[in-house]
Structure formats: structure tokens, C-alpha cells
């Protein structure tokens, strides 16, 4: 089954304890993306990788970091969290077929965390 | 840099109506892609429909259309003979072209709709 995992689903942390959210594809795609949600802001974009070694910003990087040393893995780092980075977490992957016209963007389950 | 907007944060439809959500968005591009998803209190994104920049004609998916207007950069949603199933929080997405050389995606707020039986 094409699935995009995510780990933990949810989790509690303090101010300043490292953490990292990992985020796991099936599907052999190059491209994967990062995102946070919170209410009233709709999904804002976090980091995206077009594939191995290359990753890129998004609109709200500050505070993240993220590595692709696998095309099927993309983890999410929280160096130092801070209570403002307490959102839901939503990885994604893209697969390409057809030049690009037919791709679909895959979601994980999402991850909620709460930086006290 | 492109946004999109969704003006209405929440909306209301009886049950087996019809009702239509609005997006805008702002681009100086030519060639991009449009999307609705659906996201239900699991929380799980769900990808409804999207539309290709370069098609005049608008997508369908069953009981969900679109009504894209290029010029007015408008991409609206129509859902016809509502279902319970359908509340749930709905985002529009704006895509560049693959051609671009990325995949960056830039969501609206999104409008909360509610189905009444």
C-alpha cells in the first residue's frame, strides 16, 4: 500500500529538548515536503526536498532543520523547540508521471505537537 | 510571490444541497496548478480535484466541480447533492508549473464547511 508514515502521531515536549519527527515514503518519490498547520493560517510550508542531498526552504524554516540522505526518508529537526513551534506536522511526497501533469501529492497522518 | 486567499472561513449547507467554496489567488505565471483538498476530523489531507493552468476546461470529480476563471484568477468549488460526509475543512493549493523546476505548494486558510441534516 503507497503510504507516507510519520513518528510520533503526537507528542509532548519541553522548551529546548532536541527533537526530530521522522517521515517515511513507500513510493520511490523524489520530491517531499514538510509542513506546519495551525488555525487560521491553512498549511504554510516548512522545507521541501526535490530529491537526495537537495533541500530547499519554504516559507517558515526558522527554528527547523531537515536531511535527505534517502530518497524514502525526510526527517523533521527541532534543535532547540520553542512553545510558538507547538502546530500539527504534516509530511508529504510527490510522485511525477507524465512530465509532471499527472503527479499527486501524498499526505502523512500528521504529527501534533506541543512544545511546553 | 503567489498567495491565495480563501475569504470565507466557515460555511454552512443543508444536506443534499448545493454549495460552492471560493479561492483566489495571485500569480504572474501562465502555466501552474490548482487543487481542493479535504481534510475530515481525522485530520488526513485528502486531494478532491485539481486543475491544470493550461486547460480551459473545468475539472469534475463526481459530485465536486470547479469553476476556474484564469483571468479573474478565481478557482471556486462546487459541491452538488451535499453528504454528511462532506464537513470537513477544505484548502485551496496553488502549484507552479514542473517546468519551474519545483514543487512548492502555497495553501489558503482554508474554509470550515459544515452540512446540516
Known amino acids: 500500500e503507497a503510504q507516507v508514515t510519520q513518528n510520533p502521531r503526537y507528542l509532548i515536549t519541553v522548551t529546548g529538548k532536541k527533537l526530530t519527527v521522522t517521515c517515511s515514503q513507500n513510493m520511490n518519490h523524489e520530491y517531499m515536503s514538510w509542513y506546519r498547520q495551525d488555525p487560521g493560517l491553512g498549511l504554510r510550508q516548512i522545507y521541501y526536498s526535490m530529491n537526495v542531498e537537495v533541500t530547499d526552504k519554504g516559507d517558515v524554516p526558522e527554528g527547523y532543520k531537515v536531511s535527505r540522505k534517502e530518497k524514502r526518508n525526510f526527517p523533521l529537526i527541532l534543535e532547540s523547540p520553542s512553545p510558538n513551534q507547538t502546530s500539527l506536522y504534516f509530511c508529504?511526497?510527490?510522485?511525477?508521471?507524465?512530465?509532471?501533469?499527472?503527479?499527486?501529492?501524498?499526505f502523512g497522518p500528521g504529527t501534533r505537537l506541543t512544545v511546553l | 510571490a503567489q498567495t491565495v486567499t480563501q475569504s470565507q472561513p466557515e460555511m454552512s449547507v443543508q444536506e443534499a444541497e448545493t454549495v460552492t467554496l471560493s479561492c483566489t489567488y495571485d500569480?504572474?505565471?501562465?502555466?501552474?496548478?490548482l487543487f481542493w483538498y479535504k481534510q475530515p476530523p481525522s485530520r488526513q489531507m485528502i486531494l478532491v480535484i485539481r486543475?491544470?493552468?493550461?486547460?480551459?476546461q473545468n475539472a469534475t470529480e463526481n459530485r465536486f466541480s470547479v469553476n476556474f476563471q484564469k483571468a479573474a484568477k478565481s478557482f471556486s468549488l462546487k459541491i452538488s447533492d451535499s453528504q454528511l460526509g462532506d464537513a470537513a475543512m477544505y484548502f485551496c493549493a496553488y502549484r507552479r508549473s514542473y517546468t519551474s523546476g519545483t514543487y512548492k505548494y502555497i495553501f489558503g486558510t482554508g474554509t470550515r464547511l459544515k452540512v446540516l441534516a
Open positions: 486543475q491544470e493552468a493550461y486547460k480551459q
Open positions: 500569480t504572474s505565471e501562465s502555466d501552474y496548478y
Open positions: 508529504a511526497s510527490l510522485g511525477t508521471s507524465g512530465g509532471g501533469r499527472t503527479d499527486t501529492q501524498y
